[in-house]
């Protein structure tokens, strides 16, 4: 008998094990392919090493501006997944020391939850006095007609292949889609989106995601537009009302994501549209059952996964937790990078505040302008008119994604822009956009 028993190794899970194990408490961890889960193994950290191979090899093509020459620049994709591959199996080697640091016993094969609460693996049979559900989710596939051609792919697909495209065709204008396209078409894959919408990135400040796929000019982009049917290789959509067709390689669909149910389907665990039903301590509809990450479909991020997880740790082991929503930052690691936290200008006019905006653009801080010359970039705060208090800051150009973890702290502070006026930044660093464009704040 367990104290705890985590169905899923992914981030959430994982992160919940290692917590739950440093308090001592006696913990099963269920994996069913490999610690890390989609995250570590088929999503952010193996599209993150390719995308830095990506960008090196442009810095490399554009280096003359700066004073060094390149000569005979080469993009091995070969090379490049090597490098992926060895980023990855040893951040999963960290987490398996991880858990043998902190006592975690680690079973490896599928899970399943039945309704008396136990979770059976195989012909073993395990129980615990709490159960946290940790499965994650996995790519959607539309119910578009000829989605099962062979050139189709998800973006676990796409990180295997072997032999670089000459042409990539996208569907959805989201991160995952932005991020292959920006990825793919830095190192000379013809590459188009498809967008639904009117604009691609539609979590984003209108402004900047406009900036973002501006800036991407070797991606050809079809917005407002609906796929219609795929034939092979070819993708025929609707623009404007009038029916065109692409040709191409290979076809991401990157639509979405659904969460991973199949294993407690039967255990009387609520769900609504798709997604396990959760408190904001985690806790599902069941006694001593909890839920995080992907799966409750509150915030599909891997950071949001690994706060869940401590949240429901906390609450199992009776201290006082919950699990806020308002400061969960997010990052875009396309070329321009781009990241936010909090509400953006016009998600904070649909609330009905009052609001006061600055923005401050990139080029006139000396640090970006060495690094990065005239190139796209921006920051903007958004303020309570009353108070003062910052509600979102939001970012694109130059590591975006490093400042904003920065920016979660102000905001889970509630910190005033006054206050932020008042803190000292290093100069010259980027970071200082922040308090300048705080600055802008009449």
């Known amino acids: 008998m367990y104290d705890i028993v985590i169905l899923g190794g992914g981030p959430g899970g994982y ?69 992926k591959r060895n980023v990855v199996d040893t951040m999963v080697g960290g987490i398996d ?11 490896m094969g599928e899970g399943s939850v039945h309704a008396d609460g136990s979770i059976s693996v195989g012909n073993e049979v395990y129980r615990g006095t709490s159960v946290i559900i940790a499965t994650g989710s996995s790519p959607f596939l539309p119910p578009i007609p000829g989605i099962e051609s062979s050139r189709v792919m998800t973006s676990r697909d796409l990180l295997q292949i072997e032999k670089l495209p000459g042409s990539l065709t996208v569907i ?93 389907k039967d255990a009387g665990i609520a769900i609504d549209r798709g997604f396990v039903v959760v408190d904001d301590q ?19 991020l891997a950071h949001s996964a690994y706060r869940m997880g401590e949240v429901a740790v906390n609450t199992i082991a009776g201290k006082k937790d919950r699990m806020r929503y308002s400061a969960i930052p997010w ?40 690094e990065h010359g005239k190139a796209a970039g921006l920051c903007k705060v958004v303020a309570d008119a009353d108070t003062g208090v910052i509600l979102g800051i939001h970012l694109v150009g130059g590591v975006s994604s490093e400042l904003i973890g920065g920016a979660a702290a102000i905001i889970e502070a509630e910190l005033r822009v006054q206050e932020i006026k008042e803190v000292i930044y290093p100069h010259p660093s980027l970071s200082e956009v922040i308090r300048d464009a705080v600055w802008q704040i009449d």
Not at 245 to 260: E, H, K, M, P, T
Not at 282 to 300: E, Q
Not at 343 to 352: H, I, R, V, Y
């Open 15 to 83: 992160v919940a094990a290692e917590r739950a194990g440093h308090m001592g408490k006696k913990v099963l961890l269920i994996e069913k392919e490999r610690l890390g889960g989609v995250c570590l193994n088929h999503g952010c950290v193996p599209t993150k090493s390719l995308l830095n191979s990506a960008k090196l090899y442009s810095h490399a093509l554009d280096s003359e501006n700066y004073g060094v020459t390149v000569k005979g620049a080469e993009f091995s994709l070969e090379k490049a997944m090597k490098w």
């Open 97 to 107: 020391f991880l858990m043998k640091e902190n006592n975690v016993d680690v079973v």
């Open 172 to 264: 959805g204008g989201g991160v995952i889609g932005m991020e292959f396209a920006s990825l793919f078409s830095s190192v000379g894959v013809q590459v188009t989106v498809i967008e639904m919408l009117e604009e691609i990135l539609p979590m984003m400040d209108k402004r900047m995601a406009r900036t973002v796929r501006t800036e991407m000019k070797a991606v050809n982009f079809h917005l407002g537009s609906r796929v219609t049917r795929i034939e092979d290789d070819r993708v025929f959509f609707e623009e404007n009302g009038k029916e065109q067709s692409l040709q191409s390689d290979f076809i991401l669909v990157a639509v979405g994501r659904r969460a991973n149910t199949e294993s407690f």
């Open 282 to 300: 985690m806790r599902t509809n069941l006694p001593n059952v909890y839920a995080i990450g992907d799966v409750t479909g509150k915030s599909m």
């Open 331 to 370: 990052a875009l690691y396309t070329t321009p990078e781009a990241a936010g936290c909090g509400l953006t200008e016009d998600a904070a006019k649909k609330e009905g505040q009052s609001i006061k905006v600055g923005s401050y653009q990139m080029k006139n801080n000396s640090r970006f302008y060495a």
